[in-house]
């Protein structure tokens, strides 16, 4: 190879690289870490996960409230499949393997506790600090939140790896 064959080449591929970097947006920040949700009743860890940890998955690891009303440890009682009605709501998967769109934000499941749904949710950061979670129940029916990134641990907040000892289980 000669060396104008050498730099065409070099120049290719940094210009293919440099493409592919312009797909995503300059503003967009890692989703990953613990967040306190926008009405402070709980913290959610995202994290990796799925094949090549392309997904982005979210499970509860604090609840302001962790106790129902009879002192016991609240359970998924409102969920749709009988068989997951007595699981606990702390540690539970909330965020269900969300994919990476082209536009650097992920889509996909969220499930509420409180009422046994999911919903469409598109999640994004702009800002290390904040994650913005948009929830819709029908296309033209969505909320967005703001959550904050917490860096603390709090009584009773799980700390363990997820599917480990003291930590968040997935959702099989």
Known sequence: MNIAASRRSTYLLVTAFLAGLSTIPANAADPSGTWLTEDRRARVRTERCGPGNAQLCGY??????????????????????????????????VI??????????????IYNGD????????????????????????????????????????AGQLKGPTNGKDGPRSDR
């Open 96 to 109: 269900l393997g969300l994919k990476l769109g082209e536009d650097g934000r992920y889509g996909g499941q």
């Open 60 to 93: 509860i690891v604090w609840g302001s409230k962790p106790l129902d009303e009879n002192g016991q440890p609240r359970v998924d009682r409102e969920n749709p499949d009988p068989q997951k009605r007595t699981r606990l709501l702390l540690g539970h998967q």
């Open 115 to 154: 009422n046994g749904k999911s919903y469409t949710v598109t999640v994004w950061s702009e800002e290390p600090s904040t994650l913005s979670v948009k929830g819709c129940l029908v296309a033209v029916l969505c909320q967005t939140q703001t959550w904050t990134r917490v860096t603390d641990v709090v």
